[in-house]
């Protein structure tokens, strides 16, 4: 077992890895910026190390700091959270080439799930199901009409080395395609420096589902369900639940059983999260992210385990502490997640939390690195808390997080609490009837009355 880890992170996550860290009673560093002297990751750390100014790509994303606060310190592991460096391959190598474990999967791994072409060939080579689609880059319009006209309209173009939902353009037509072949293209060079792009089925009314994988780098692999992350807006989550509403039990273990043998296959190591759209009673794979989720309390939720645990057993070479069989879903479990931004025009609201008071009871878990007299940095992503519920059923979960939801107090900022707690009375929510749009129309309809 690793003696001392260094948490390559800020923020909920970075006290989140830290907890898991005193649990198992190894040693934490964390770095930080000048920004971030006060976080409470700071506080609760064995040591620290301050690692740069304010601007995300001369602190948490300044690889030849972080590597010289490994050595300074002896840590001979590095934790990256989610975000910043967490899937950058050359970061991973590097760690590899001075003796430090990237706790996460190999360098290649991350390569090849990073683009999104080879991600989805792999993929479709593992036994995954995919979009319809084009085999690779297309570049030529003509090529483009005639895929498109394969798979019927409407079609989506999207860059192969896109993320965060940009670089995707929808054609529902043949006239459109020029167009939308064009800019998507140009965009994809300008965003990411790299034009190639590739063609799919759009599909119109999907959720968003996702499968908790694990490997063990030895040919082992788990699934830990799934998790509905259909309610978002501009392609950023909002609200997660495990189990997903749509998916009954013989589901859930067929495509979990797909995705378990497809990380063993591939000899993957770690945490993974394996995304699908699905529609119609049918998964769709678009993309894999080789982290840790900001969702993953949910899963833990109705699990038990803790997924920070494993990451650490796994990476360690002591293997996962359980086999398939011994994963039980048990109840129903919803995330928030709390940004410090306008409930209505989502607009950023940093400044000092004057008053900070969590919920509590059977059931409820707070992730947060902020506390009362906190000045919320206006440097990085607003993200300042996630309330997890968990109850035996659904019914109980939703009664539970609407009492929660009423007991938290956050003062001296915006926040998006009243945006949940409008939520939890919607009928449509408590049917677990919505998909990946229903969020956007619901907030359009809001912006409607309030202008009228
Ligand atoms: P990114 O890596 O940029 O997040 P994804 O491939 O995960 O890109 O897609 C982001 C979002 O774009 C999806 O959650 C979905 O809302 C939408 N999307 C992507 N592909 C399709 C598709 N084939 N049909 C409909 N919507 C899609």
Redesign the pocket.
């Known amino acids: 077992m690793f003696q001392k880890i260094l948490i390559a992170n800020r923020g909920e996550i970075a006290l989140r890895v830290l907890r898991a860290c005193k649990e198992l009673g190894i040693q934490t560093v964390v770095v930080h910026s000048t920004a971030d002297a006060d976080a409470m990751h700071v506080r609760l750390a064995d040591e620290s190390v301050c690692i740069g100014p304010p601007p995300s790509r001369d602190s948490y994303l300044n690889i030849h700091q972080i590597v010289a606060a490994c050595e300074i310190t002896g840590a001979d592991a590095v934790h990256p959270g989610y975000g910043f460096l967490s899937e950058n391959a050359k970061f991973a190598d590097i760690l590899a080439a001075h003796n430090i474990t990237f706790i996460g999967p190999s360098g290649d791994h991350i390569r090849i799930m990073g683009d ?1 072409i080879e991600a989805k060939r792999t993929a479709k080579r593992l036994g995954i199901p995919v ?1 319809p689609g084009s085999d690779g880059a297309v570049t030529e319009e003509k090529e483009a009409k005639r895929i498109a006209a394969g798979i019927g309209y409407p079609v ?1 173009i ?1 860059a192969s080395a ?5 670089g ?1 353009k929808v054609a529902r037509t043949e006239a459109d395609l020029e167009v939308a072949l064009q800019t998507a293209r140009s965009e994809a060079g300008a965003a990411f420096g790299d034009d190639a792009v590739y063609i ?4 119109e009314k ?1 959720r ?1 589902i996702e499968l908790q994988v694990f490997g063990d780098g030895a040919g082992r692999g788990v699934h830990f369900g799934e998790r509905d992350c259909s309610l ?1 807006r501009r ?1 950023q989550k909002v609200w997660e639940e495990a189990n997903s509403p749509a998916l009954n039990a013989e589901e859930r273990a067929r495509i979990g059983g797909i995705c378990a043998s497809a990380v063993a296959d591939l000899g993957y190591s770690g945490a993974g999260t394996i ?1 699908f ?1 699905y529609e119609n009673g049918e998964f769709y794979f ?2 894999m992210n080789t982290r840790l989720q900001v969702e993953h309390p949910v899963t833990e939720a109705i699990t038990g385990i803790d997924l920070v645990h494993e990451q650490i057993r796994v990476a360690s070479g002591g293997g996962l502490s359980v086999r398939q069989e011994d994963i039980k879903f048990n109840g129903h479990a919803i995330e928030c997640r709390i940004n410090a931004e306008d409930p209505r025009t989502f607009t950023p609201s940093p400044g000092t939390i004057t008053h900070f008071h969590t919920p509590g009871g059977l059931g409820i878990r707070v992730d947060s690195g902020v506390y009362s007299g906190y000045k919320i940095p206006p440097y990085y992503d607003s993200l300042i808390g996630k309330l997890i519920v968990h109850g035996r059923n659904r019914v109980e979960c939703m009664m539970r997080l609407r009492r929660a939801l009423d007991e938290f107090v956050v003062d001296g900022i915006k926040t998006t609490l009243p945006l949940f707690r409008d939520l939890v009375g919607n009928a449509d929510i408590a049917n677990g009837d919505y998909d ?1 749009h229903w969020l956007e129309k619901y907030l359009a309809k809001g912006d409607e009355v309030a202008n009228s």
């Open positions: 999104k979009v989506i999207k896109g993320g965060g939902g940009r995707m799919e089925k759009y599909l999907p968003h978002q392609h995304e759209l678009i993309e990946i």
